[in-house]
């Protein structure tokens, strides 16, 4: 990193009005500079984000990718321009002026990475890099983004992401995808105030009136202009774009009349324009109430960088394995059962009577390496609560039914008045149980060769004393949940702790969790 003060002067007298936002800035890259991880950046439109990093990434020298997320419809663009940008190079007229390198999978970025940070000959490894998404609130809800911040680190290769964008972390916008994901560490460039808008203003004005050529008493007249109309149309507006264009198209009108030679004074030439200046303001107060929701800072969440509950993925103790509840313990390691194998994968996993054809092809195993590898970058996704509870069921029947059963009887809800419905067509419902019996046990048949389904469900076990340690894994943010009710069948759940305090509990249980893992 380029360490000039001369450089940080210029940048700070090119960007009035954010001296300490660059110096933090300059901090935060500095720190990011050694290792893998994230920062983002987030603010109003108008404060100058995407301007003054892409300037400071500049000046400093530093290695990076700087990507807009707007512009990118597909996942192959993004990473074929983080390739190539990070490669550097020009592109050749031979080629189509194409990109030299194809990527299309974050599996494929994964193989890539590590040679571009790899030194040829004596020469040394290449220093860390930045990837920089602007608009990165574009990419909430999609794999990528968690693709992407967890690239460097898989790749073990020194890429660190700066994420630009309108929300905070803790925004809706971010809710519902990023709670697999550690919070980043967090800048704020908060709006410019009225001052500051002046200020940058005056700023802006100076080079487009050449030494001597600006009128006489300009700059003291364009100063009172902004002095009486910005605080006034601020408060409908905090963009500084739309307060520089408004600027623009009122101000002729406010100095007419001393081009035509009166003499008023400031406050004579408001009076003027004030119709014309409530007008404005009146019609861009009426087109910013919509747009105050889209862009607030949004309700709380579980991914909050304050959080410190056990299920944020910050960090959770390893004594958590041994203070939580016993069927607490099953129900996380079910959940995050549920939270990384697709659907389609439980009966593979539950069912040891299940064969799948073979793979016919030499890449075959190729694809199913690069298909786990996306998957654990992607990170755990959302599950019903009728699977989360079957695949529950399965692995507190197979490991625990023969200590706690006696003679083989064991625990039918439907024997106590409960009702079962087997009518769903997941193939985890009808498959789950299958060889998962105690001593004594009988298939009775059925559609998946002989499922017992009175064995899906263990002994002593009652089914209101599992969905009440659901609700308080979801009230500890152990789960995350969408939907209004906990125990609503179209709730949607996802498991937020982490893999290592998974695996502890998991060897608390004395349960082997990579039997159950089938990423691909």
């Known amino acids: 990193m380029v360490n000039s003060s001369a450089a940080d002067a210029e940048l700070k007298a090119r960007f009035p009005c954010r001296e300490r936002s660059i110096d933090a800035l300059a901090t935060a890259v500095q720190t990011g500079q050694a290792g893998a991880c994230t ?188 002095t009486a109309f910005v605080p006034t149309y601020r408060r409908a507006t905090t963009d500084l774009l739309e307060v520089e264009a408004a600027v623009a198209a009122l101000y002729p009108a406010f100095r007419a009349p001393l081009d035509a030679g009166r003499e008023l004074r400031p406050a004579q030439l408001h009076a003027r324009v004030n119709p014309l200046v409530q007008r404005v303001v009146a019609e861009r107060s009426h087109t910013a109430a919509p747009a105050a929701k889209e862009f607030g800072s949004g309700v709380p969440c579980m991914g909050a960088a304050h959080d410190a509950t056990p299920g944020s993925s910050s960090g959770a103790p390893p004594a958590l394995a041994s203070q939580l509840p016993f069927v607490s313990k099953y129900l996380i390691l079910a959940a995050y059962v549920a939270s990384r194998n697709k659907p389609t994968a439980d009966r593979a996993v539950f069912d040891p009577g299940f064969r799948k054809k073979a793979r016919r092809g030499a890449q075959a195993h190729d694809r199913m390496v690069e298909a786990a590898e996306e998957a654990w970058l992607r990170g755990p996704h959302p599950f019903p609560l009728e699977r989360c509870l079957h695949i529950f069921y399965a692995l507190y029947s197979s490991h625990e039914g023969e200590e706690v059963g006696e003679g083989g009887a064991w625990h039918d809800p439907g024997a106590e008045g409960g009702v079962e419905d087997w009518s769903d067509a997941n193939v985890t419902r009808d498959c789950l149980g299958q060889g998962r019996r105690s001593p004594g046990s009988q298939p009775r048949g059925g559609d998946c060769g002989g499922v017992d389904r009175a064995a899906t469900y263990p002994p002593e076990v009652l089914h209101a004393d599992v969905l009440m340690a659901l609700s308080s894994l979801v009230m500890l943010r152990m789960l995350s949940m969408s939907g209004g009710d906990p125990l609503e069948p179209g709730t949607l759940y996802r498991c937020g702790v982490e893999e290592g305090v998974v695996r502890a509990i998991a060897a608390n249980l004395k349960v082997q969790l990579s039997d159950y893992l089938k990423l691909a």
């Open 39 to 226: 920062l983002l950046l987030h603010g109003p439109p108008s404060t100058g984000k995407t301007a003054i990093v892409r300037a400071c990434m500049s000046a400093w020298g530093m290695r990076h990718a700087f990507i807009d997320c707007v512009a990118c419809s597909t996942p192959r663009p993004l990473l074929q321009s983080l390739l190539h940008q990070l490669k550097g190079g020009a592109r050749k007229r031979g080629t189509g002026y194409a990109q030299d390198q194809d990527c299309d999978s974050l599996a494929e970025l994964l193989v890539l990475l590590p040679a571009l940070f790899r030194g040829h000959g004596r020469a040394p490894p290449q220093r860390g890099a930045w990837v920089v998404l602007d608009n990165a609130q574009r990419l909430a809800g999609s794999d990528l983004l968690t693709g992407l911040t967890r690239a460097g680190a898989a790749a073990d290769v020194p890429l660190s992401v700066l994420l630009l964008a309108r929300q905070p972390w803790s925004s809706t916008a971010f809710a519902t995808s990023t709670q697999a994901l550690a919070p980043p560490a967090t800048l704020e460039w908060a709006a410019y105030s009225s001052d500051q808008m002046i200020q940058i203003l005056e700023h802006r004005r100076r080079p487009t009136h050449p030494a001597g050529a600006a009128p006489s008493g300009d700059a003291a007249t364009f100063r009172a202009f902004l």
